[in-house]
């Protein structure tokens, strides 16, 4: 994915049934993982929402298509958000 057109986003349809477009802001692969890195587009009440920051989402092959899901644990998902912290901060130290 690149930046060379603009943002790219996704809709993504959560557990409630309810659709959060996602703009992508970059990938890393952890332990053999591949994880994406999203911000929501959408800032509908985002001072009540403690979680309107960075989404975490791991990529997973189901039926030769890839598909996007949520972290199983609470150290997955921190492993996967220090990656993106280190690639965020290495970009921003080098745009400076």
């Known amino acids: 994915m ?8 996704v809709t993504v ?4 049934g309810q659709e959060l477009v ?5 990938s ?4 053999g993982q591949e994880y994406r890195a999203f911000f929501p587009t959408e800032e509908e009440d985002s001072e009540d929402e403690p979680d309107s920051g960075l989404i975490i989402l791991k990529i997973i092959e189901e039926n030769g298509e ?3 899901s949520t972290c199983d644990s609470d150290e997955e998902l921190n492993a996967a958000y220090d990656a ?4 965020l901060f290495d970009d921003s130290e080098e745009n400076s």
């Open 2 to 9: 690149s930046d060379e057109f603009g943002p790219t986003f």
């Open 13 to 16: 349809t959560g557990e409630d």
């Open 22 to 26: 996602l703009e992508y802001v970059a």
């Open 28 to 31: 890393a692969e952890v332990n």
């Open 66 to 68: 890839e598909l996007l």
């Open 84 to 87: 993106f912290m280190e690639i």
